[in-house]
């Protein structure tokens, strides 16, 4: 049974600075990993999907990227800004998406 | 494109009552889709996985005579959540798996509230 866990929980960092939200799943037969943004009370914003095949991802300040023997997955936010606060899940699909526990990101002025 | 949407997007009912949220994907058809349930401060767990033109398959846990799904068409799926109690409030996500594509796209969501 997949089970995916996200580490840290929460996060609270000054605007500017570098983060590493790491993920982490125990079945390594995945079709692809991809990470969400959630504001409170909406739905999910897919930010980065990545292939089985893939090793990392990029978009804008996002870099997302996968190490299926190892069963971990990062997503790094570059310079970060007070609009970058919200929960970022991760899932990883095989066959149905899986979700992880989360983390809670706050960046402040 | 792969736009999926929810209807309503928030709904209040009283105990006991029943409550239909419906999923749409607008500019693709869709022979599976899926629904999810999350509570606060907690992660989105499967409910169901909804096959066009077949019975759900429910995750364990889920009571299939509680949460009603019904996938009529290509672009339509259905959740009913039948005699309604304060437990059922959460919000509810469908997502739509694009065809041909390892890929699922999301609704908005519906918060339902129990009273």
């Known amino acids: 049974k997949q089970e995916v866990t996200q580490i840290p929980a929460a996060l609270s960092v000054p605007e500017g600075e570098n983060l590493v939200l790491n993920c982490s799943f125990t079945?390594?037969?995945?079709?692809?990993l991809q990470w969400f943004r959630q504001d409170p009370g909406k739905g999910l914003t897919s930010l980065l999907l990545?292939?089985?095949?893939?090793r990392e991802q990029t978009s804008g300040r996002l870099n997302a990227s996968l190490d299926k023997s190892s069963g971990r997955s990062t997503l790094y936010i570059a310079a970060s800004q007070p609009g970058d606060s919200a929960t970022y899940l991760c899932?990883?699909?095989?066959?149905?998406?899986?979700f992880g526990t989360g983390t809670r990101l706050q960046v402040f002025p | 494109g792969a736009v999926v949407s929810q209807h309503p997007s928030r709904v209040i009912c009283k105990s006991g009552t029943s409550v239909k949220i419906e999923c749409r994907s607008l500019?693709?058809?869709?022979?599976?889709m899926f629904w999810y349930r999350q509570f606060p401060k907690q992660s989105l767990m499967l409910m169901a996985t909804?096959?066009?033109?077949?019975?759900?398959?429910?995750e364990q846990g889920v009571e299939k005579d509680k949460f009603l799904i019904n996938h009529a068409s290509l672009t339509l799926s259905t959740l009913t959540v039948t005699s309604a109690h304060p437990e059922d409030s959460s919000f509810y996500i469908c997502?739509?798996?694009?065809?041909?594509?390892?890929?699922?796209?999301f609704g908005p969501g519906t918060r339902l509230t129990v009273l």
């Open positions: 997502s739509a798996r694009f065809p041909g594509v390892n890929e699922q796209f």
């Open positions: 079945d390594s037969a995945i079709y692809n």
């Open positions: 990545i292939q089985s095949s893939q």
């Open positions: 899932a990883a699909n095989t066959d149905k998406l899986i």
């Open positions: 500019d693709f058809q869709a022979t599976t």
């Open positions: 909804s096959n066009e033109g077949s019975k759900a398959t429910y």
